[in-house]
């Protein structure tokens, strides 16, 4: 199992102020599958994955990513593990503007301290494989959203993650954009390997045809997942 979330509790603000938006949650994520987590906006959706991410912390229940507590870890260890497990892909890419798109995918391996030169090299090699072999040397702003969208994906692969997380990644492509970076990241991301996993939060119907199984949220809650996930 990738992800084992128990009884995750998360506010934000105090006294009257207060919103609960995590109320006692349980999600889990089998290796080797794309899970959909579906709700209406401001069920907890993003929140929950921030937690899983190591973004956030819960105020209440436990996470395990790959069989590591992650309330265990100090501070720089769970920024450690996140660089050595985790890949992020943004609704918004977050790509930096003034960096190339070479040096946009590079990003991971140089936070991990590899030298420019390899960096540069296996994030050009993860443009490639995403069909972005002849714009590594654009920037962000020369590029169309569906290319932009493809080099948020390599910067989220170049490391080879074991778990790909996903906010809404295809909510600013067109229904062929969306469904072409759909199957590049379902090719990229699990490419055969039953020991990783992808997480992709979206409202987009169009794309639900890729998830392995679907977790429906709502009220801060999870209320149903097709199919059940299997135990390790």
Do not use: W, Y
């Amino acid at each position: 199992m990738a992800v084992r979330c128990a009884g995750i509790e998360k506010g934000f603000g105090r006294g009257p102020a207060r919103v609960q938006v995590l109320r006692g949650t349980d999600f889990s994520v089998p290796t080797g599958q794309m899970t959909f987590l579906v709700g209406p906006s401001g069920c907890g959706k993003t929140t929950l994955i921030s937690v899983v991410g190591g973004i956030l912390s819960p105020d209440a229940g436990a996470v395990e990513v790959f069989g590591q507590d992650l309330a265990a870890l100090s501070r720089g260890r769970l920024a450690d593990f996140r660089l050595q497990n985790l890949g992020f892909i943004f609704q918004q890419f977050n790509l930096l503007p003034a960096l190339s798109a070479v040096e946009n995918a590079a990003v991971p391996l140089i936070a991990r301290g590899e030298s420019a030169a390899r960096a540069h090299a296996a994030a050009a090699e993860a443009l490639g494989e995403l069909g972005l072999g002849d714009h590594g040397h654009k920037m962000p702003q020369q590029l169309s959203g569906g290319q932009q969208q493809r080099v948020a994906i390599a910067r989220a692969l170049v490391h080879q993650p074991r778990l790909v997380i996903c906010d809404e990644p295809t909510a600013s492509l067109d229904a062929e954009s969306g469904q072409n970076v759909m199957a590049l990241l379902r090719d990229v991301a699990l490419a055969g390997d039953t020991q990783r996993a992808v997480v992709v939060v979206t409202h987009d119907n169009r794309i639900f045809d890729f998830a392995d199984r679907m977790v429906e949220m709502s009220d801060g809650r999870v209320v149903g997942a097709s199919p059940a996930a299997a135990e390790p």
